[in-house]
């Protein structure tokens, strides 16, 4: 069955210190994408990247770096000199799809708060 | 491009009567929806998809007959809750996925309802 773990209920850093946010997933396929999405306050799903099984490159845009790591099934996201604008809650998504859109599995998220 | 529109963005409405939240694709036709609930501090649990021109699939302990689902066009895809209760109020999210990239979500901003 498929399943996103995100254990790090909250997280409470100071602004500039870097933080890692955890995922974990569990999937028979073998083709499958990964996803990390920002909910601030506002409530709006801000999309942050789609990582398909086939590709474990790290990824690194500006301050935000992904680590992804098949063997441990594992999708963390790492935030460089935190800013008090990523205060929001952070969601690791799976979807296995393949040729048609399936569903996303959701994990519980993890909530971010940056103090100045 | 790849919007996506939900109106209201919040409604407040009585018990026992129904309200219909919109999710519209402004700038790309989508061929499949998704709705979401989420409850406050939870995750985003997928409620059914909604495919144009069929039946929606609805996910398991989800009341077809109490969220009417419909799909009439490629960008316009409406979920009434029929004769609400206090214990629907939550925050609705609809996607939609753009037929010339299959793999990928748009999320709407969420629709806030509160049943009195």
């Known amino acids: 069955a498929q399943k996103v773990t995100q254990a790090q209920t909250e997280i409470s850093v100071v602004e500039k210190e870097d933080v890692t946010l955890d995922c974990v997933y569990e999937?028979?396929?073998?083709?499958?994408?990964l996803f990390w999405y920002k909910q601030p306050p506002s409530g709006e799903l801000v999309f942050l990247i789609r990582?398909?099984?086939?590709?474990?490159q790290n990824e690194i845009s500006g301050r935000y770096s992904w680590n992804f790591q098949k063997s441990t099934s594992s999708f963390n996201f790492t935030i460089t000199a935190s800013q008090v604008v990523d205060s929001a809650v952070y969601f690791c998504?799976?979807?296995?799809?393949?040729?048609?859109?399936?569903?996303?599995?959701f994990g519980t998220g993890t909530r971010l708060q940056v103090f100045p | 491009g790849a919007v996506v529109s939900q109106h209201p963005s919040w409604v407040i409405c009585k018990s026992g009567t129904s309200v219909k939240i919109e999710c519209r694709s402004l700038d790309f036709q989508a061929t499949t929806m998704f709705w979401y609930r989420q409850f406050p501090k939870q995750s985003l649990m997928l409620m059914a998809t909604?495919?144009?021109?069929?039946?929606?699939?609805?996910e398991q302990g989800v009341e077809k007959d109490k969220f009417l689902i419909n799909h009439a066009s490629l960008t316009l895809s409406t979920l009434t809750v029929t004769s609400a209760h206090p214990e629907d109020s939550s925050f609705y999210i609809c996607?939609?996925?753009?037929?010339?990239?299959?793999?990928?979500?748009?999320f709407g901003p969420g629709t806030r309802l509160t049943v009195t």
């Open positions: 998504a799976l979807s296995e799809a393949v040729y048609n859109t399936d569903k996303l599995i």
């Open positions: 999937t028979r396929d073998t083709t499958y994408y």
């Open positions: 909604s495919n144009e021109g069929s039946k929606a699939t609805y």
């Open positions: 990582r398909n099984s086939f590709d474990e």
């Open positions: 996607s939609a996925t753009n037929t010339g990239d299959s793999y990928e979500q748009y």
